[in-house]
């Protein structure tokens, strides 16, 4: 399975994006879904989670600002990323648990990452 993550772009301090994630085939569930982002020069940090089974927890630096959501038809997950500031500026990756197969164990797969740049 591949994550296809999407969105990213520049974007101008107070505008908003939002970011994609998909896996390249069908599969069974999600269990875990989580976003991460690398800002320039500086390690890879945790963003956002949620789970299937209910309830998001955020990062204080994107509290109240950031929304992680999914399209369970479409197994679809999403960031909405609202007020942002050129702090924001990263490369965002989608972190995903999934289960392949009903039978499947469950496994983690990463996204290949979409920049996104907040400036004036």
């Known amino acids: 399975v591949q994550l296809q993550a999407s969105g990213g772009g520049l974007v101008q301090p107070g505008g908003s994006l939002r970011l994609s994630c998909a896996p390249s085939?069908?599969?069974?569930?999600?269990?875990?879904m989580s976003w991460y982002c690398q800002p320039p020069g500086k390690q890879r940090e945790w963003v956002a989670t949620?789970?299937?089974?209910?309830?998001?927890n955020y990062a204080d630096s994107v509290k109240g600002r950031f929304t992680i959501s999914r399209d369970n038809a479409k197994n679809m997950v999403y960031l909405e990323m609202n007020t942002l500031k050129p702090e924001d500026t990263a490369v965002y990756y989608c972190?995903?648990?999934?289960?392949?197969?009903?039978?499947?164990?469950?496994?983690?797969?990463w996204g290949q990452g979409t920049q996104v740049t907040v400036s004036s």
């Open positions: 085939e069908d599969i069974f569930s999600i269990n875990v």
């Open positions: 949620r789970l299937s089974a209910g309830g998001s």
């Open positions: 972190d995903l648990v999934l289960r392949r197969t009903s039978g499947g164990r469950l496994r983690e797969y």
